[in-house]
């Protein structure tokens, strides 16, 4: 397995997994009772390919036959994302949503001619980055189609061009993060784009997905870091972005970002990028409440001094995170954890930290120093890891997010905890944290855990649904930045409305009339 293919019941690198610590095991007995061992199901087979053999031989033809896998081992790893269902159903041995035929495309003209194909054999076809979705953004709809296309664009990983003076670079889509900034430091160069699925999603992905990453406060989210793309579509190939800005009517890239390849697929991204940060720094925050470090993020954002990272934990989610409650000052009064970062220049970091420290301190926060903070840094990209662990011993684990206005941050926080508490019950944990800041408001990210039911799909499907109509009736989106995948259909039709639901099909008629890409997400 290489490190782009994640095992389908479990995340990342196997070699990173590790067993769940004896101190953590006791905690557990403790919230939840006796931990009862969930092995996954081994050696999981995959159905039958169910594809014509003359598809398959034309998409050999159009990427040679190396290129093209019907392999199970192959199929296996390109079933689903890596949300919390996807990995239930696989550990339970339900590989049914594995696709026909993986085909690895190594430019844009071979995708062109993988359209082509998929055309011709009425094949569907899923763009597939680095797999992490957890939206059920990877499962394709297989009627009325005759087989189903994963295209993974592992293949398709070139720094194709930098201009240093612009300050834009231009990657191909199957560029791993770590891979992205790896050819771009060379150039002392950085996009910035860091979020937790950093280590194996891909640049495409970011960009189909609307992805935010940790460091937004001071880079930006993905879709703001994008100037230009080029996207292959069954109706032809189009490139959009010929400048900074421009009032040549609506902006035809907003089309392409977060569409989730329903309406072509990306072949090049490119983005703006800034110099390698000379110097970071991550310092720690104790706040009385998660009400006041909330209004502090909203002094910072609407004073224009966001750092590079900001985010904060409310009151139960620093109470797990944090093994010694001491470390921001004393058990009695732990309060809520605020995490900011620093990054830059020397000069541009001390400025930035002093003008934040002034103004935090001010506010009532109080400065627990940068070893809470660099021990964040550490272990940014790890909680999937956790999720893996106590999946294995029988504790439901899983996320959502979304966003909304300052004016509404509290109402909105109320009714998705009491939502989810309601559904998953008496020794539930609702965790939650603030992970992206703006002026007008912010992003609230949710983690559950819960001893697992006989039926723990069930189980999370009625607290999904619970939260997610809670996030609707508070006037909240369904997805900051999770993407929209099959999982969030339903309630962002009623997000935008039946009108707006009406345009992304006329969109998606205009440049898949045969419905081929990523049949049953988004719309």
Request: negative net charge; proline residues 6%.
């Amino acid at each position: 397995m290489t490190n782009h293919e994640m095992h389908p019941q479990r995340w990342g690198d196997p070699a990173a997994q590790t067993s769940l610590p004896d101190s953590a095991r006791g905690l557990i007995e403790l919230a939840f009772g006796e931990i009862v061992e969930r092995p996954a199901a081994e050696d999981v087979a995959v159905p039958a390919a169910r594809i014509p053999d003359e598809a398959v031989d034309a998409l050999r033809t159009a990427v040679g036959g190396d290129n093209v896998l019907t392999d199970d081992a192959a199929r296996r790893l390109r079933t689903r994302g890596k949300s919390t269902p996807d990995l239930l159903k696989a550990r339970t041995g339900d590989l049914s949503d594995a696709p026909d035929v993986v085909v690895r495309p190594g430019d844009q003209a071979e995708v062109e001619a993988v359209l082509a194909v998929a055309t011709t054999h009425r094949l569907a076809v899923v763009p597939f980055g680095g797999g992490t979705s957890v939206t059920g953004g990877l499962v394709a709809a297989r009627e009325p189609f005759a087989g189903v296309v994963s295209l993974d664009l592992v293949r398709m990983k070139r720094l194709l061009a930098v201009d240093d003076e612009s300050m834009t670079a231009t990657l191909e889509p199957g560029l791993r993060g770590p891979e992205a900034e790896a050819l771009l430091a060379e150039h002392g160069l950085t996009i910035g784009h860091f979020p937790q699925s950093f280590e194996f999603a891909s640049i495409g992905g970011f960009a189909a997905t609307r992805s935010s990453g940790q460091s937004s406060a001071g880079y930006g989210r993905f879709d703001a870091l994008v100037v230009g793309l080029t996207v292959v579509t069954p109706s032809g190939t189009i490139s959009v972005g010929s400048s900074p800005a421009n009032a040549a009517g609506p902006d035809l890239r907003q089309v392409f970002l977060g569409s989730e390849g329903t309406f072509g697929v990306i072949s090049s991204v490119t983005v703006r990028v800034r110099p390698v940060p000379q110097d970071k720094v991550y310092v720690g925050w104790r706040w009385p409440s998660f009400a006041a470090g909330a209004a502090a993020m909203r002094t910072l954002a609407q004073t224009g001094l966001l750092p590079t990272v900001i985010r904060l934990s409310d009151e139960a989610e620093t109470a797990i995170n944090l093994a010694d409650p001491t470390a921001i000052g004393g058990a009695d009064e732990a309060g809520c954890l605020m995490i900011t970062g620093f990054e830059g220049t020397p000069a541009a970091v001390a400025a930035k930290r002093t003008a934040v420290t002034a103004l935090l301190t001010e506010l009532g926060g109080t400065d627990v120093g940068t070893d809470v903070g660099a021990a964040w840094a550490h272990g940014r990209f790890n909680a999937p890891y956790l999720r893996d662990s106590l999946l294995d011993v029988g504790v439901l684990v899983e996320t959502l997010e979304t966003a909304t206005f300052w004016s509404n941050r509290e109402r909105l926080y109320a009714d998705v905890k009491s939502a989810l508490e309601s559904s998953l019950g008496d020794g539930a944990l609702v965790l939650c944290h603030i992970s992206h800041v703006y002026e007008t408001g912010c992003s609230l990210y949710f983690t559950v855990a819960a001893k697992e039911s006989d039926d723990p799909l069930a189980q999370w499907a009625a607290a999904k649904q619970a939260a997610s109509d809670a996030i609707v009736a508070a006037g909240a989106t369904i997805t900051h930045h999770h993407a929209v995948g099959t999982d969030h259909k339903p309630w962002f039709a009623q997000e935008i409305g039946p009108l707006g639901v009406q345009t992304l099909r006329a969109i998606k008629d205009s440049l898949d009339p045969a419905g081929l890409l990523n049949p049953g997400v988004l719309v």
